[in-house]
């Protein structure tokens, strides 16, 4: 079965208290679209950090003495508030190098600066952080979307995380509710008739990354419908399952 | 623009010394899907590796006292055998842990076993590796797809891989032609008119994930057709400029 990964044009710059679901709705309607049973809604983590007001600005940071140390060490300077930020973000400092922070956000994401952006859309002076619980914002976005449009939908939150050893940014999925977001194959037989003893497929991050390639960082489109995918429908969906528990992690 | 991923059935199991080329023309025209201008052409890296005759027969490895060891400790044992084949394929060992080896591959991939697979199709009692140089079987296919239907493509050779962190494995981009497999944005305005000053996207990795909604392992499905992606032409992509050098990898 083909899938198709539409934009979704229309969701107006978000502020701090915005309805997320009702502007993300209107774009959806506006494009014409419509919506079938079991897509899937990808939707920038950032316009709903914004909407839920997890922003902060810059004048209201202190910066720690070690957020100074932090921010004189980065290649071209960086604002010892902003590092400030990206701190009280923090779980963990996974790498500190070279001026890049990788950190283990509060969520138990591994991603730059913990998530804490300030570019794109984003007004002047401010930053935007992960959501609380990408895995709720998911999950009201989805409930809404189903009540306005009446199908079985699932939604995605997707953010743009790098990746060791490998250049570029990816979409990744960070929030996730009315799918299973990994896709268990283990014990189906493969094309040999022989098992496939370890694979589990990160479905929600493919379905991240696909949306990425509408939802381009300098096009505006915050939001993308993607249709076809075959997943498993799961009430709860938690991308929080994506996160590799610490004991079978071999890279902390 | 809308982005489909049009899957292609009817690639047959494929032999070393079969002309992957012909058969994957041979499945497309069947498809009735067409190609049009810049079409991407995803296809899984065991078919690549199968018509490559990147093949070895386990009756033929002999273990080193190094593979022993090694097959020793992997929980539920493992055939020392492909522990040896896996060695081979391994520039330096980047994590051994309970019973993974993560490697890096000559070809510079960061990688479960060094991308040695013996599941999905292949027969039994063989092994499949990597193929020697990914973009040239890419540019190889590029080319003779290209000279057949008469349009301008791109190929991206895929593979699953897991990541550290996550749970689940995605596809990414072991081969390309045709295209840039990395969209730089860098420079570009954001839409609050501020610069994007770190945003490259691995496109070929966001393309490859895409194609895996539709190539899933047990599905017997070993390409797929991406269409509508804005990519940059290049002569000749190159996946290998997606592995990130040395000097700026934080996680060596």
């Keep these: 079965m083909t899938v198709a990964i539409i934009p979704v044009p229309g969701v107006p710059m978000i502020r701090p208290g915005d309805d997320l679901a009702a502007l993300l709705g209107n774009a959806i309607e506006t494009a014409r679209v419509g919506l079938k049973p079991?897509?899937?809604?990808?939707?920038?983590?950032?316009?709903?950090?914004?909407?839920?007001?997890?922003?902060?600005?810059?004048?209201?940071?202190?910066?720690?003495?070690?957020?100074?140390?932090?921010?004189?060490?980065?290649?071209?300077?960086?604002?010892?508030?902003?590092?400030?930020?990206?701190?009280?973000?923090?779980?963990?400092?996974?790498?500190?190098?070279?001026?890049?922070?990788?950190?283990?956000?509060?969520?138990?994401?591994?991603?730059?600066?913990?998530?804490?952006?300030?570019?794109?859309?984003?007004?002047?002076?401010?930053?935007?952080?992960?959501?609380?619980?990408?895995?709720?914002?998911?999950?009201?976005?989805?409930?809404?979307?189903?009540?306005?449009?009446?199908?079985?939908?699932?939604?995605?939150?997707?953010?743009?995380?790098?990746?060791?050893?490998?250049?570029?940014?990816v979409e990744v999925a960070l929030g996730c509710a009315g799918m299973d977001p990994l896709l268990d194959l283990r014990g189906r037989a493969d094309l040999g008739g022989r098992t496939l003893h370890h694979t589990v497929v990160a479905l929600a991050d493919e379905v991240a990354a696909a949306a990425g390639l509408v939802m381009e960082k300098d096009s505006g489109i915050a939001a993308a419908i993607v249709r076809g995918v075959r997943y498993t429908p799961a009430a709860g969906g938690a991308a929080a399952r994506l996160v590799r528990s610490p004991e079978f992690d071999l890279f902390r």
Tied chains: 1, 2.
């Design 38 to 169: 079991r897509d899937v809604i990808a939707v920038c983590q950032k316009v709903v950090s914004k909407a839920e007001g997890a922003v902060v600005r810059l004048d209201d940071v202190v910066a720690s003495p070690f957020a100074e140390h932090l921010a004189g060490r980065v290649e071209g300077g960086k604002d010892p508030r902003a590092v400030e930020v990206i701190l009280r973000e923090t779980k963990r400092i996974v790498r500190m190098d070279r001026g890049h922070v990788i950190c283990e956000t509060r969520q138990g994401w591994v991603c730059a600066n913990a998530g804490v952006d300030e570019s794109n859309g984003v007004e002047a002076g401010t930053l935007t952080l992960l959501p609380r619980d990408p895995d709720a914002s998911a999950a009201e976005l989805c409930e809404r979307l189903r009540t306005r449009f009446g199908v079985a939908l699932a939604v995605v939150v997707t953010d743009t995380f790098g990746r060791p050893w490998r250049e570029g940014l």
